[in-house]
């Protein structure tokens, strides 16, 4: 078998032009079903998403990192993401994350009628930078009571109703 590492610029290569088409199809038409849902929501997400778990699997275990996987500390996560492999996992997370966070935006601007210039903005940080686009999309949504529409959209149960009982099987 091949070393696994030298592969990782082409796999890296393939999960930046997966991710490209996602956003390219938000950032050009944001407001058809074909591009928000299905290729930025549900295509770009799979594949980035077996191409997260292919990558994990191969490098998981790879020397020359035979210490323990410490996510839970700053040390730890540094020494991760020194692993090749571990970086470019992580990086196919983010990009796997950011994209579907930027389908859902695109999807709920339609539906509170966010005009494209505010949308536009938010979907290009969102690429690039994932938490700052998000956060510049909910002050934008909060303009104009926009967020009180999107959370209608959302379907979320009303917060004052008294809590129900639980009843597991009704008895005849």
Known sequence: MSDPFAMLPTVFNIVMAVSAIGWLA??????????????????????LGILYLCVMLVFWFQPPDAAPRDFLSLAGAQHLFQDPGMLVAAWTDIALLSIIVGAWMARKAMQVRMPYIYLLPSLLLTWTLPGV????????????????????????????????????????
């Open 26 to 47: 938000l950032i050009f038409f944001p407001r058809r079903e074909w591009a928000n849902l299905w290729v930025a929501g549900v295509a770009v997400p799979a594949v």
């Open 133 to 172: 686009g998000f956060i510049f999309f909910c002050v934008v949504a909060s303009f104009g009571g926009r967020w009180g529409y999107i959370e209608l959209y959302e379907g979320l149960p009303p917060t004052e109703s008294a809590p129900v009982a639980a009843v597991p099987f009704a008895t005849p």
